[in-house]
DNA sequence: TGACGTCGTGTTTTT
DNA sequence: CACGACGTCA
């Protein structure tokens, strides 16, 4: 290949020796231990390149990202490292993803053995709790009495250590409240099982258990990746562990990146042992350390290093840069939250308006989610616009979740949680009334069949032995004739969705299952909470619509994974002009300009339930070094005097973390003594906009768009439009379709405020496209 | 059976 | 403060 020598330079150029050095590292195990800022990323897809340059088939390489965006990323930056160079698909053809989103298509493809059905639903936080609750009373258990969100996290930490309920009742019971949770574990997890549904630990679990008892199966996903790279090794659970472990063995060929420093997952059961003891998995393991820092002002890794210096379980590091002359890192004491708010959005009004940076330059960082609220409300009265990462995802929204029921129960019928969502909640006046459910949850339970199999029975449309239950003896329940009716409604309306599934695109199929469900005429009062509901209802079509040129049954299986494994900084804007409001934890891995912390004070960070335990707060305190290094040049640090929590006042001190640093680095005093009232470090805290003019009532409108996550429907054809494409296309025209190709126009049809549009494609293949999403050109 | 009101309770971080 | 569970009324 001509141009091999380009490309092979460009893959090495500008990387230091360190990086140079892991980069171009020979087979075997490797452990990168990359401080933050080091250029890990660039490790990492610099290794690819380089794999890739050296003959390795991107077919067998597979990355581990910690997010979906991150994988996203990484694989635009390959592609723009190699190019075309070893033929256009390479980077397109490598594995990258969440090791949970990676999980979900090894168990759609081979689950089967170990008795996963192939069309799975995952379960949310929302379906666990609801499981849970189930399982409760029907051990006849009450859920005051016992939280079924501890019982959660119970269950939830006993599967990321690889315990089965046998196992769980077993090995992990230490108390009466374990023993509990045993108990409904296990019952629960027959739920599951009953649903065809997996939650997110056992998307990692079940893997494990499959390559565990199916060694054939394991060496196809052996010989597959034969090299493995792993990103955020310091946050990888014990299944996540044993996951790579049980890749890697036969090759060896693992290649992992990470920072001990930056471990802030051990409530999520991450165990920083795995990135701890690497060298002695792996004894020919070559470690390659980055120190050097790309990212920050010397003043700012200054206060960073003190910060961690103070906790005692990790090896010293020290990091360096060559970007010295920045300013010094600002402490701020702040009356209360308001007061706080305000001084960041009077700061960022005025470095805007400076000209030096723009709103996308800036990032608020909070250890929890309710601390973004006074910040939004003041930016709302300065006009700053903002997203918002995480709090209440666009997918938690309920119009959204009512749609995905739908989609997931036309996808699995057995899924009892979307199925009974429908039922309870929309539209309402279903006619299916609490009597007839506990029937029919009776029935299902003691038959142990999921609740549409008991449905259909008590419909007379199957019978028990078809379901595959063998109770002679059991009697089948009686319903209300009003009810049966209802229910027999339902059931033929997922029926005909199924049908439709298997005509229509994705976006058309949620078009169609809006109107045929009444949930569209349901959200048509026309009152303004309804319109918005509407109009989320409608991004979902088209979000769909990336889906719209792959088969319908499996964009459907890809839609719902994607949806159900999205993470909050997958939602996350790069482009527009915004400042960025983010948790500490989701911050991790990004970086800004100028970057805000706030609520540095005792009982937020560190959390106030997180000072029982020494390793704790060493995690609190990694959260705050990882909070710390976002920031490239500039670094304000705030607490407040008051604040409000549950709606008392509380009174706060500086955190502990803000101790160790020498005062000479830091502008702003630390007032370790005396307190003082309002307007010590602002002028006023009533606001005023930038302007001085008054400022709209709606002020959350303002931002309110700014920061949806998603588009709105400004895609959707307005009904001026309408009358333009039914005349643009009749039947018997060519057409060109960005996916399918050419085609023929057969049928228009008007439906709704769109228009419906008959294709046959050359391909040989019909579609019902909808004119205004379809992107079709007339040829 | 549905809609509305009161009372009680609970918030760390997330795939 | 805000949400959910529960009870009462129509």
């Not at 209360?336 to 305000?342: G, H, K, L, P």
Request: hydrophobic share 35%.
């Amino acid at each position: 290949m001509s141009n091999y020598p380009d490309i092979y330079s460009s893959i090495l150029e500008g990387l230091n020796d360190k990086q140079l050095e892991a980069v171009t590292a020979p087979d075997g195990p490797v452990l990168v231990l990359a401080g933050p800022g080091s250029g890990k990323t660039r490790v990492l897809t610099h290794r690819i390149a380089f794999l890739l340059s050296q003959g390795v088939s991107p077919f067998n390489i597979l990355a581990v990202t910690f997010t979906n965006k991150a994988a996203r990323e990484m694989r635009e930056r390959i592609e723009r490292l190699v190019g075309g160079a070893f033929g256009s698909y390479e980077a397109r053809n490598i594995t990258m993803g969440t090791f949970h989103s990676i999980c979900s298509r090894v168990l759609r493809r081979d689950g089967g053995a170990i008795g996963i059905s192939p069309n799975f639903v995952i379960y949310d936080d929302d379906d666990q709790i609801r499981l849970i609750k189930q399982a409760l009373n029907e051990i006849g258990l009450d859920e005051k009495q016992y939280a079924p969100r501890s019982i959660q996290a119970r269950i939830s930490s006993a599967k990321s250590a690889l315990l089965d309920p046998e196992d769980y009742s077993s090995q992990g019971v230490s108390s009466y409240f374990d023993e509990i949770a045993a108990r409904v574990y296990r019952r629960y997890q027959q739920l599951l099982e009953i649903n065809q549904a997996v939650d997110f630990d056992d998307l990692l679990m079940k893997v494990v258990l499959l390559w565990k008892s199916y060694p054939d199966i394991l060496q196809q996903y052996r010989d597959r990746w034969q090299y493995v790279l792993v990103d955020e090794y310091q946050d990888t659970n014990r299944a996540q562990y044993m996951l790579i472990n049980l890749l890697t063995q036969e090759h060896r060929n693992i290649f992992v990146v990470g920072d001990e420093d930056q471990g802030i997952y051990s409530w999520r059961a991450a165990d920083i042992r795995n990135i701890l003891n690497f060298e002695r998995d792996y004894p020919e393991a070559k470690v390659i350390l980055l120190e050097q820092n790309y990212r920050s002002y010397q003043e700012i890794l200054d206060v960073a290093s003190h910060i961690i210096s103070s906790n005692r379980l990790r090896r010293p590091k020290k990091l360096w840069t060559n970007k010295s002359g920045g300013a010094l890192v600002r402490v701020r004491e702040a009356y209360d939250e308001q007061d706080e708010a305000s001084y960041i959005a009077r700061e960022i009004s005025r470095l805007t308006s400076l000209g030096e940076y723009t709103y996308s330059d800036f990032a608020v960082m909070y250890r929890t989610n309710s601390q973004s609220r006074p910040v939004e409300e003041a930016f709302s009265r300065y006009r700053i616009p903002y997203q918002i990462i995480g709090g209440t995802r666009f997918y938690e929204r309920r119009e959204v979740k009512d749609v995905l029921a739908y989609l997931r129960l036309i996808h699995n019928p057995h899924d009892a949680a979307s199925l009974r969502r429908i039922i309870e909640n929309t539209p309402s006046g279903r006619g299916i009334g609490k009597g007839t459910m506990k029937t029919l949850e009776d029935l299902a339970s003691r038959a142990h069949i999921s609740l549409w199999d008991a449905i259909e029975i008590a419909l007379g449309i199957k019978s028990l032995e078809e379901v595959g239950a063998f109770l002679p003896n059991l009697e089948i329940p009686k319903l209300q004739s009003k009810a049966k009716e209802s229910l027999k409604q339902l059931v033929g309306l997922i029926y005909e969705l199924r049908e439709q599934r298997d005509i229509l695109t994705l976006p058309h199929l949620i078009d169609t299952l809006l109107i045929k469900s009444g949930y569209a005429s349901f959200l048509s009062s026309g009152a303004e909470e309804d319109l918005e509901r509407l109009e989320n209802a409608r991004d979902l079509i088209s979000i769909a619509q990336d889906y719209a040129a792959i088969d319908t049954s499996e964009a459907l299986v890809e839609f719902l994974q994607e949806v159900a494994l999205q993470s909050d900084v997958d939602t996350m804007q790069n482009n527009g002009n915004q400042v960025t409001l983010i948790t500490l934890h989701a911050a991790k891995g990004l970086e800004y300009k100028v970057v805000f912390i706030i609520g540095f004070e005792e009982g937020l960070l560190p959390h106030a339930r997180s000072m029982d335990r020494e390793s704790d707060i060493e995690e609190e305190c990694r959260l705050a070094y990882v909070g710390v290094t976002r920031a490239m040049e500039k670094l304000y640090i705030s607490y407040a005097f008051h604040r409000n929590v549950f709606g008392a006042t509380q009174t706060n001190v500086p955190s502990r973390f803000l101790a160790n640093i020498p005062p000479d680095l830091l502008d702003g005093s630390l007032p370790s003594l005396g307190r003082r009232g309002p307007g010590r470090l602002t002028s006023t805290t009533s606001p005023r906009t930038p302007s001085g003019s008054t400022y709209p009532g709606g002020a959350r409108n303002y931002s309110g768009q700014s920061y949806r996550p998603f588009p709105s429907n400004s895609n959707f054809v307005s009904s001026s439009n309408l009358e333009r494409i039914i005349q643009e296309y009749k039947p018997g025209d060519r057409v060109r379709h960005p996916k399918f190709g050419e085609g023929v126009v057969l049928k228009v049809e008007i439906q709704g405020e769109d228009a419906e549009v008959e294709v046959r494609f050359a391909a040989g293949s019909t579609k019902k496209l909808l004119a205004s999403m379809a992107r079709l050109q007339k040829i």
